[in-house]
C-alpha cells in the first residue's frame, strides 16, 4: 500500500516545480564555487597546499543553508498541493490509513532531498575535476559532505513536514522554516545539542558521522510525533 | 432490520458547544437518504464522522453493521463520497486526478472511463481541471466517488453552487444509482425542494440534533403548500368556509387552507364568489423549510 500511495505523491508534484527545485538546488550550491573559483582561483590557492580540502570546505559552507532552504520549501508546496481545495478530507475517506498517508510524505520528500544530495555529489566531484586540485582525490570526504547533511537534517524536516500538515495557517511552517534557515546559517554559533546546527557538520569531537547518526536517530523520533499527532487529529 | 448506516448517541462536542448531539440515524439499503437541515445544524459533521474524517466525541456509527472505528479501512473500500466542495489537483488532467484514487482503491484502468463516462466528462478527460466549470469539478467528484463502485455513497451538498441544469442533471443522476447498481446514497441538502425530488428517506436536523427522520410521504404531509386567499372580509369567509365544510385559518388579511387540489380550490372560490366575496388574489404558498423547521422544533419542546 505504502508504494501505491508514493506513487500517488510523485503524481500530484507532476508540473509543480518540486523537482526543478530539486536540481536547481545543488547546482546553485556548486555554480557559487564555479563563480569563486571562476574569479580568484590563484589567490584560493595561495592560501593553502590542500586544494581538495579547501574545496569541499567551501562548496559545504553553502550546502546546509540549501538543504534546510530545500525542507522547507518542499514541505510547505507539498502542503499547498493538499490544501488548495482541502484534499486532505478525500485522501483521508479513501480506504488509507493515515500513518501511510503521513509515511508517504515523509518519504517522497526525503527521496527528493536524496536525489539532491547524489546531485550535490556527482557535481562537486566532477567541478573539481576540472579546477586540477591535485591528484589525491578524497573521495570519502566528497561523500561524507554530500551525502551527511542529508541524515543530519532529517529531524529538520519532520518538524517542517508536521507543521506543515496539521497547521490549517501556513504562516506557521513559514514562520518557523525562515528561523530555521537563519539557524542554519548562523550554525558556529549554535550549540550542539540544536538539530538546526547539525547538518553543518560541525561538532566538537571532530566526528560528521556523529551528525549524520543523530540526525537520523532524532529524525525518526520527531518523525513518530509527527504521524502520532497527524492521526490523531479530526480532519478539516 | 439491517442497517447500512447506524449511529447510535453519536455526538461531536467542539469546546463547550456540542455540533452534533446523540443523533441516531438509521438507513436500509437500497434508499436515497436525505439529511436535510439549516446551515451549521451539524450535517457535514456527522457526515465527516461517518467517514471517520472526524472521531466522535461520543457514540458510535456502524456501517454495514460494523463498527467504524474498528474497521475503518475495510468499512471505506466500501464508500464512496463526496463532502462539501469537491476535492481535486488543478495542476493535474481529469484522468490524472482519477489516476490519484485509482491507485489507492485499486481498480482496472478501464474503470476510469467507465465513470468518466457515467458523468459526461469522457471528452474532457485529458484537459487540466484548473479550467472546469463548477459543475464539471462536481462531476468528477462524482466520478471518483463511484471509482471503487461503492456500496454506499455519501454526497455532501452536492448541488450547491450549481446551475439549475446543473442540478437537474445531478438530480438524474443521482436518481438512478439505487436502481441501477444497487447503491445506497446519503446526500445532505439545505434545500427541501432539492432533497424532495430524489430521497426515499428523510432525516431532519436542527442544531445538532435530530428533529424528524421518515419516509418522505411523512415529510410531504408534513410540507404541503397551502392556498392564501386574500378577500375583502376574511373573519366572514372564514365563517363561510367553516359552514361550506372546509378547515381554514385566518392570516391577518387573508384566509388559508390546507388544500391545493384544482378542483377543491376551484370550487371554493366559485362559493366564495356566488356567496358575494370580492377575491383579490389566490395564492399558492409552499411552505419553506425554515418554517417547517420552527414547527417541528416547536413541538419538539411542547412534547
Redesign the interface.
Known sequence: MIL??L??DF??I???GLWLLTFIGPIGVVALQMVNYGVRKDYLFSLTDDHWQQYIGNVSAFTPLAIILGIVILTSFMAS?ED??????????????KREVYLSKFTMISCLLFVSSIILLLMTYFYGLTLGLGEDIPYLQIIQYSLLPFFASLPVLGLQLWLATVCTNQAIPTTVGVISVIFAYSAMYLPDWVIWKWPSLDNQWDQPYLNGLMGIAMGLAIYLIGMTDFKRR??K | MEYIVETNQLTKQFGKEKAVDGVEIRIPKGEIYGFLGPNGAGKTTTIRMLLGLMRPSSGSVHLFGKDLKNNRIAILKRVGSLVENPSYYPHLTAYENLEAIRKIVDVPRARMKEVLKLVRLQDAANKKVKGFSLGMKQRLGIAAALLHQPELLILDEPTNGLDPSGIIEMRKLIKQLPEKYGITVVISSHLLSEVDQMATTVGVISKGKMIFQDSIEAMRRIAQASIHLRVNDPKAVHQALLVYGQKADIKENSVAIQTTADEEVASIVQYLVEQGFAIYRVEEEKRSLENIFLEMTKEEQIR
Open positions: 501505491r500511495l506513487a500517488v503524481l500530484k507532476r508540473r509543480k498541493i488548495e481545495t482541502n484534499a486532505w478530507k478525500q485522501l483521508i475517506a479513501l480506504p488509507v490509513s479530526d480532519v
